[in-house]
């Protein structure tokens, strides 16, 4: 064993000096490099990566990353052969807005940036290989993300459409529906976001909802992660009904209800169906197109929310109901999105609660068909019901009889959609059907800082994909990036970069000048960190099967729907295409908490913003980082106080001044203080592995209390009580471990050492309390041994005295027990 180096650190605590010499070490040592090629046990464990902002690194950021790096030491002390990579989502809206307002080009921005955050990662201690770094913006990595498009383009999965889109006039570019909060641009609240009609690149990822939503059973993943992805795939069962003009145009609607189609009075098109002008008469075409052209400026969220006053506007025609065989009204309106279902909709105002709305203000027939189960006799419903008769109306609910239904009256709800669906099957007027609420996603962005999509438009050739041996695509360092209401990139403002010759016949062509989204950049850069070397291909198929899937990733549950779903996506269609061997991208992952300030959250009006960087010159890395994961459960977050930081502190120099004075490894050890290690080393291996890093810590610091009454005088630790305790600090506090770890005599990395281990005897309590309840009161509480018998538990209950006092003579009725914990008497 290499003998320990001379130190250099004060016999005071002094992080600053502990912290820059073991930076040091590890970079010379290469500690946190692993063998990519040679690795025995491999373990991936991913942090999502940031965006570099101008503002540098903030205190979710280091929240976010110490909670993974701990996971990933505590692999490491386990034996695996632990990746921890990290890289930097460079490009995007936020880089080129923030490139606007300080006049700087992004080119130059960014970098300086990037480096700034490396130095700031660095100082926190992570466990980072920095030879696998990575940033979206290098032409090494966008070149392959470049690449990713083209395959899908080969395999039919990008397609280029016309579609609605949210359009914000200050960032002038789409918006996500995500990025619409109450028809307004979450990052300009003051600017109203409308709707355009824009040619662009999607992904279908809507073929693979399905699978989308079947696999996230297989997932190890937060429960409220697989939640938001399974409500955003938004899966329905219902069916398609067809409305029938009398020209023989037939309309399809889709609806989860068609046990209610008896009640459906009039349709309703979105103002951006496709049949819209076939179905206006003649003299309703000024006014329909009037009310068209005031529809596209809103937005689709605030189209969606549906808590406002409703408008709308007859066709002037008619369509049959095909259960009824009434003619109803062809009604437009805006509350009806293209984007959904097949943009058109009955509507059964009696037990709907917009059509409720739209009804009453228009004067529509509300035909009740559907009555309470259990209420009036469902035969003695009227036909109608009067415009203030709407109360009780059974808006949303499968409880109920169906009225008014023809040979349908008397089923239940249920029974109804199964055999009404068969019926009009029958008659060729509808089919059982299941619908998605997911939509293709939109890859293009009219912005300049992004991958320039690799499409070559030709008037002979059609859509021609740049040919591989061309990429990456270059983007163009040029000066007016700003963007303008145009609709178009900048970059199409540069004739000298989108004109360019046709890869297949040669004539003049021009590129296409909208970049792609970053999530799209996003969506690969896990795959790509084991081959940052690789000039060859975007990632390297024995590295992959050696590394991937991701075993652990963390991150905010901010980005739980689009970020995750997007990388599900890619990974499964690159999977489909033989290119990867598995179509899920991280086993594991488990969204992180939030960290407020003083009980509020953070931000700059309040003055409560928690800068890293002023902590750690202060307190230390190490400190810092325990006191973050000692704020709270980690998949919770906490409150952020000044004056709780010290308590962090206090303890490190409890620890310090137990490695300073070390007894002789030959010495008797307490029985209770091997019991307490035996049992803190349970607790904290538990803890850390549900990633309950605030108790783990708790413990730690309760086994310190331990070894410092035990070290009084002039025999000092244990030696073999002390190296578990600073072995478990080391995923907390790696500086501070590396140091102590010197400073007991032990050489190489203390993360290099094995977590301990516990006999399961040692670990058990000696003795826990058993709560006893008479009739649900509590009459005692008993001193146990763990594991005591119901029978021995109740035995010392009933001597006990103030338990005799209420159970006396009476009869005991039957008793109540759970294992170690209580014991109810019932009298």
């Known amino acids: 064993m290499p003998m320990p180096e001379p130190n250099p650190v004060p016999i005071s605590y002094d992080p600053e000096m502990v912290e820059l010499k073991w930076r040091q070490r590890w970079a010379e040592r290469r500690t946190n490099c692993v063998d990519i090629y040679g690795a025995e046990r491999p373990y991936y464990n991913l942090m999502m990566f940031p965006y570099p902002s101008a503002e540098g690194l903030h205190v979710g950021n280091v929240f976010a990353f110490v909670g993974s790096d701990i996971h990933g030491r505590y692999r490491r002390l386990q034996g695996w052969d632990v990746f921890e990579p990290i890289g930097f989502d460079a490009f995007g809206i936020h880089s080129e807005n923030y490139a606007l307002k300080v006049n700087t080009h992004p080119a130059n921005l960014i970098p300086a940036n990037i480096a700034r955050f490396r130095e700031q990662l660095q100082r926190t201690g992570l466990m980072v290989n920095w030879d696998h770094a990575l940033a979206t913006t290098d032409p090494a990595y966008y070149k392959w993300t470049q690449w990713i498009f083209l395959k899908l383009y080969e395999a039919g999965h990008a397609v280029k459409k016309e579609a609605p889109v949210n359009w914000c006039p200050e960032c002038k570019t789409v918006l996500a529906n995500e990025q619409v909060v109450d028809g307004y641009c979450e990052r300009h609240p003051g600017t109203r976001v409308h709707q355009r009609y824009l040619s662009q690149w999607f992904f279908t990822i809507t073929k693979f909802a399905e699978r989308l939503l079947e696999n996230l059973k297989t997932l190890d993943w937060s429960e409220s992660t697989r939640t938001m992805q399974a409500n955003w795939i938004g899966r329905s069962e219902g069916a398609e009904l067809i409305f029938e003009t009398p020209s023989g145009t037939r ?87 293209m984007e959904y279902g097949t943009g058109a909709i009955m509507a059964v105002p009696a037990h709907d609660e917009r059509d409720y709305e739209f009804a009453e203000k228009f004067g529509l027939e509300i035909r009740r068909v559907v009555a309470p189960t259990g209420g009036p006799d469902p035969m003695g419903e009227t036909d109608q019901v009067e415009a203030d008769g709407a109360d009780g109306l059974p808006f949303i609910s499968w409880d109920g009889v169906l009225v008014n239904s023809g040979q349908f009256d008397g089923m239940s709800c249920a029974e109804a959609v199964v055999a009404i669906t068969e019926w009009l ?141 997007y990388s599900r996506y890619i990974t499964m269609v690159l999977h489909d295409l033989g290119l990867l061997e598995f179509d899920e991208p991280f086993t594991r992952f488990r969204a992180h908490g939030t960290i ?168 058990r309590a000696d003795q826990i309390e058993v709560v006893v309840q008479v009739n649900g009161r509590v009459r005692a509480r008993l001193r146990v041994s763990p594991g005591i018998s119901q029978e021995e538990v109740l035995g010392r209950a009933l001597n006990d005295d103030g338990v005799r006092r209420f159970v006396g003579g009476r009869q005991i009725r039957k008793t109540i027990h759970v294992q170690d914990r209580l014991v109810n008497i019932v009298v």
């Open 251 to 337: 309309i399809p609607v889709y609806t989860t209800r068609p046990d209610t189609v008896f009640g459906a009075t009039y349709l309703v098109l979105a103002p951006e169906h496709p049949l819209v002008e076939e179905m206006t008469a003649s003299e309703q075409q000024a006014e329909v197109g009037r009310y068209r052209r005031q529809a596209i400026q809103k937005d689709v969220v605030t189209r969606k929310v549906g808590d406002r006053e409703k408008t709308g506007v007859f066709t002037g025609t008619y369509a049959r109901n095909p259960a009824t065989g009434e003619a109803v009204p062809i009604w437009i309106a805006d509350y009806v999105l």
């Open 425 to 565: 099957d029958s008659q060729a007027s509808g089919k059982s059907q299941v619908q998605y609420r997911l939509h293709d996603w939109c890859i293009s962005r009219q912005r300049y800082w992004g991958p320039p999509i690799p499409i070559i438009y030709c008037e002979k050739c059609g859509n021609v994909p740049v040919p591989e041996r061309d990429l990456p695509v270059l983007l163009p360092e040029i000066d007016d990036f700003r963007p303008d209401e145009s609709g178009l990139s900048p970059l199409a403002r540069h004739e000298e970069w989108y004109r360019v010759e046709c890869p297949q016949c040669g004539d003049l062509g021009s590129r296409e000048t909208d970049v792609s989204d970053t999530f799209l950049d996003s969506s690969w850069y896990y795959l790509r960190y084991p081959s940052t070397g690789k000039d060859d291909c975007a990632f390297d198929a024995e590295l992959s099967r050696r590394w991937l899937p991701v075993d652990s990733y963390i991150g905010g549950n901010e980005h739980a729907v689009l970020h995750l779903m």
């Open 596 to 763: 407020v300030k003083d009980g509020a959250k953070m931000s700059k009006s309040r003055g409560n913003v928690v800068v890293p960087d002023e902590y750690i010159a202060k307190w230390g890395a190490d400190t810092f980082r325990m006191y973050l994961m000692f704020l709270g459960p980690y998949l919770e977050g906490g409150d952020f106080r000044d004056e709780g930081i010290a308590g962090i502190r206090r303890f490190l120099d409890r620890v310090w001044a137990l490695s300073a004075r070390v007894g002789p490894a030959s010495g008797a050890m307490d029985r209770a203080a091997v019991r307490k290690l035996h049992q803190t080393i349970k607790k904290v291996s538990d803890d850390i592995e549900g990633l309950h890093y605030n108790t783990a810590i708790s413990a730690l610091m309760e086994f310190s209390n331990t070894l410092r009454a035990g070290s009084s005088g002039d025999a000092g630790a244990n030696p073999q009580l002390l190296r578990p305790l600073i072995i478990m600090l080391a995923p907390f506090a790696p500086h501070f471990a590396e140091e102590c770890w010197e400073r007991i005599g032990r050489g190489g990395s203390v993360h290099d050492a094995s977590w301990p281990t516990f006999e399961e005897e040692l670990a």
